[in-house]
């Protein structure tokens, strides 16, 4: 079933994470009270690894979902399937989340079809119970379940709104660009690339990040910076590794791919 692709359980390894607030506190604080979670922010900020470290360090299993278009209720629900001669039930990660007191990660929610906002409804208020319609049941969360779900907020083009009535269930924390002695930290950490390569990958990112006249859909994150470090530690020339991790999956125009490459190659 495709749904087991997206769906993973958390291992032993600490997940590496450097915060930039009071994350881990708000996250501490909201699971004590059996509230959900909404992280904002823009692609590659650290939401999904902050959900890694946070549920490794209160010890709780996750299961994460990478909601797209075509994420229904019925893949985090469940579904009937034929078995030889029978039909049989099988509860999705939701209800497996539901039902044993797992952390749920739905990132990008508001991509997700529509129903699937309505099935997590009666979770996200005090009733924190599922409905499960093709069963007729109604299941109470397990006291140690928690709901958290990721979105890219509404000034980026291309991306999906949540509605505010949707948006007011939950706690919200909002993830940007971290600055540029962290982000500087982040990269050595994560690829083992000298700290002079990493000041000038964050320089460059953040030089990038202030040409808002581009118009670029996206802008650099700390996840493309990472996978030029990535390049440059295993040997690729650096302005080659920047060009080809930051700035060609920025945009196709071949204008702003020529200016931001004249710009970088001043700075690396
Ligand atoms: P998001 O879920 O916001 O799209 P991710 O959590 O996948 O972003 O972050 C992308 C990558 O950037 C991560 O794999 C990690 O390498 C790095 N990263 C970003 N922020 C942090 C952080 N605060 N601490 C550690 N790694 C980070």
Redesign the pocket.
């Known amino acids: 079933m495709e749904i087991l692709t997206e769906t993973k359980l958390s291992n032993n390894k600490t997940?590496?994470?450097?915060?930039?607030g009071k994350e881990l506190d708000v996250f501490t604080k909201t699971f004590e009270n059996k509230l959900p979670l909404l992280?904002k922010?823009?692609?590659?900020?650290?939401?999904?690894?902050?959900?890694?470290?946070a549920a490794h360090q209160c010890n709780l299993p996750l299961i994460t979902i990478s909601c797209h278009e075509e994420t229904s209720s019925t893949d985090l629900i469940g579904r009937y399937i034929i078995k030889g001669a029978e039909t049989v039930w099988i509860d999705g990660p939701l209800t497996i989340a539901v039902k044993k007191g797992y952390i749920l990660y739905l990132?990008e929610v508001a991509e997700a079809r529509p129903d699937v906002i309505v099935a997590i409804h009666s979770l996200t208020d005090h009733r924190r119970e599922l409905y499960i319609d093709k069963l007729g049941e109604t299941i109470k969360a397990h006291e140690k379940f928690m709901l958290i779900a990721?979105f890219n907020p509404g000034y980026q083009k291309g991306y999906k709104e949540l509605k505010p009535s949707t948006r007011q269930r939950f706690v919200a924390l909002s993830?940007q660009y971290?600055d540029a002695k962290?982000?500087a930290e982040?990269i050595i950490?994560?690829t083992g690339i000298g700290e002079d390569i990493a000041k000038k990958l964050v320089n460059i990112g953040q030089k990038i990040r202030n040409l808002r006249e581009l118009g670029l859909t996206e802008t650099v994150?700390?996840?493309l910076l990472?996978d030029a470090a990535k390049l440059i530690f295993s040997g690729l020339p650096k302005r080659h590794a920047v060009k080809v991790a930051v700035i060609e999956p920025l945009t196709d125009d071949l204008d702003i791919i020529q200016a931001l490459t004249d710009t970088s190659n001043l700075l690396i």
Do not use: C, Q
């Open positions: 997940p590496y994470y450097k915060a930039t992280l922010g823009p692609t590659g900020t650290g939401k999904s690894r902050f959900v890694e470290f990132d990721s993830f971290p962290t982000e982040i950490n994560e994150s700390t996840r990472i």
